[in-house]
Every structure is written in C-alpha cells, then in structure tokens.
C-alpha cells in the first residue's frame, strides 16, 4: 500500500511530460489494478479511495 501511493504521489509530481522520478515506476494504470485489488482483499475505505484517485488521474492523462 505504501509503494502504491509512493508512486502515485510520483506521477503526480511528475506530470505527463517529464517522466517518473522513481526509477522502474510503474503507470497509473498498473497502479490502479495493484490498489483495487488490495481495496478487495482488505475492504478498507481509505485503500478504495486511493485506487479511484488513481483512475481518475489515469482518466485525466489519457
């Protein structure tokens, strides 16, 4: 969980255009498929918030 909102919080930053400060970052749309699942396994609400974030910002740069 804390990786996946590290890199969300990288793209973010990041912008369409310059790319991810992380290295090996992975894109928003394998970051949202890693959150709904742990929303799934988890059932927490927090968790099912940051993985509609995330698809909302995929949404936005697509």
Known sequence: MTAVAAYFADALRAGADRGHAIPGAPG???????ASKL????EDEQVR???TA????????T
Do not use: G
Not at 28 to 34: F, K, M, N, S, V
């Open 28 to 34: 928003l749309a394998a970051l949202h498929e890693t």
């Open 39 to 42: 929303a799934r396994q988890t």
């Open 49 to 51: 918030h940051l993985a």
């Open 54 to 61: 995330i698809a909302q910002a995929h949404q936005t740069k």
